[in-house]
């Protein structure tokens, strides 16, 4: 199992940008796939995007094109970019790890994360 631990989130306006961080622990990063998730009040976690052991990318259809998504095995650290921020992004956002290599990065949304960090709050005011 990986450990991971998440930085980046805070307050931002609508319109602005975060770049959010995924660090990893163990030797085996680079062989991870790696998806992120976001939880608003109220409401079931939800899956945003995620990146195969050799980097496809998916983003889920409320983000693409605002959002991606990338990885640096050399830091075992993964991204998320957000652009273009809106209230609705208002959410505790979460990095998770699987084991899987996938070959379609597509299937990350259906993927069975084993690993989860603790989260990081992103607010978007308006």
């Known amino acids: 199992q990986v450990q991971l631990v998440e930085s980046g989130g805070g307050l931002v306006q609508a319109g602005g940008s975060l770049r959010l961080s995924c660090a990893a622990s163990?030797?085996?990063?680079?062989?991870?796939?790696m998806g992120w998730f976001r939880q608003a009040p109220g409401k079931e976690r939800e899956f945003v995007g995620g990146i195969t052991w050799v980097g496809s990318t998916y983003l889920a259809d409320s983000v693409k094109g605002r959002f991606s998504i990338s990885r640096d095995n050399a830091k075992n650290t993964v991204y998320l970019q957000m652009n273009s921020l809106n209230p609705e992004d208002t959410a505790v956002y979460y990095c998770?790890?699987?084991?899987?290599?996938?070959?379609?990065?597509?299937?990350?949304?259906?993927?069975?994360?084993?690993?989860w960090g603790q989260g990081t709050q992103v607010t978007v005011s308006s």
């Open positions: 163990g030797r085996s990063f680079s062989t991870y796939a």
């Open positions: 998770a790890a699987d084991q899987t290599k996938y070959a379609v990065a597509s299937m990350l949304a259906r993927a069975d994360f084993g690993s």
